[in-house]
C-alpha cells in the first residue's frame, strides 16, 4: 500500500496512553520468579537520561502469558515490560529468550553415533574464518542428511555447518539443533 506523505503517523504510544487511562497499564521490572509463569515486578519509568529507574518500593506479581502456566519461566530478572491490569490481575507478554539464532554456524567436535553430533557454535572472524563463540556450550545436534541413510557418523571433526533450531512437540517445548550436510552426496562426471 503506498504512503500517503499527507497523512500524519499513528502514535501508537499515545494510543497505549489513551488505553491505559482507562485499564491500568505500566512499565515494570521484572526482579525474580515466583511460581510458574507469576514473576515478582516493580514499577519503573523513565529518567531525564531515558534510563529507567525505580518508582518506589512497591512490589506486585504479574503474570506472563507468553509463557505456559504449568512450567516455570526463563524470563531473566531485570527484563522491563509493559504490564496491564486485566481484572485486577497484573499481565505481561514477554517471549523467552531464545538460546542463539534461529540459525548459527557450528563446528562439528564429534559424534555422538549414529546422525547424532556435538557442535559449538561459531563466530565468524573474516573471510572464512571462524573461531568459537565466546561462553558457547557444545551443543547436542542431528544431520538430517543421516537420518535414513547409511552407517552415521560421516562427517569429520572441525567441518562447518549451518545449524538451525527447532522446537519439539513437548510441553513445554525442548529447544532441538539439527543441520543438513550431504554426507553421502555423489557427484557424477
Known amino acids: 500500500m503506498p504512503v500517503n506523505p499527507k497523512l500524519p503517523a499513528r502514535d501508537s504510544l499515545y494510543r497505549l496512553a489513551q488505553i491505559g487511562a482507562t485499564l491500568g497499564v505500566q512499565l515494570v521490572r521484572m526482579t525474580a520468579l ?3 509463569n507469576v514473576y515478582a515486578a516493580r514499577p519503573v519509568e523513565f529518567d531525564d ?4 529507574k525505580f518508582v518506589g518500593n512497591e512490589t506486585f506479581s504479574v503474570t506472563n502469558l507468553a509463557e505456559p502456566s504449568d512450567a516455570d519461566g526463563v524470563i531473566p530478572a531485570g527484563t522491563d515490560a509493559v504490564a496491564i491490569d486485566v481484572e ?3 499481565i505481561v507478554f514477554v517471549r523467552p529468550p531464545a538460546t542463539g539464532a534461529a540459525a548459527f554456524p557450528a563446528k562439528v567436535i564429534g559424534s555422538t553415533g549414529g546422525c547424532g553430533y556435538t557442535v559449538r557454535e561459531q563466530v565468524c572472524t573474516g573471510f ?3 573461531a568459537d563463540r565466546q561462553g558457547a556450550a ?3 545436534a542431528w544431520n538430517l542428511a543421516e537420518m535414513s541413510l547409511g552407517p552415521g557418523a560421516a562427517i569429520d571433526d572441525g567441518t562447518i555447518v ?3 533450531t527447532l522446537t519439539d512437540s513437548g510441553s513445554p517445548p ?3 539443533y539439527v543441520f543438513d550436510h550431504p554426507a553421502y552426496a555423489k557427484y557424477l562426471d
Open 174 to 176: 525442548t529447544l532441538r
Open 128 to 130: 572464512g574464518q571462524f
Open 49 to 52: 537520561d531515558g534510563d529507567t
Open 34 to 36: 515466583s511460581h510458574d
Open 162 to 164: 549451518l545449524v538451525t
Open 88 to 90: 485486577g490481575r497484573w
Open 138 to 140: 557444545d551443543l547436542a
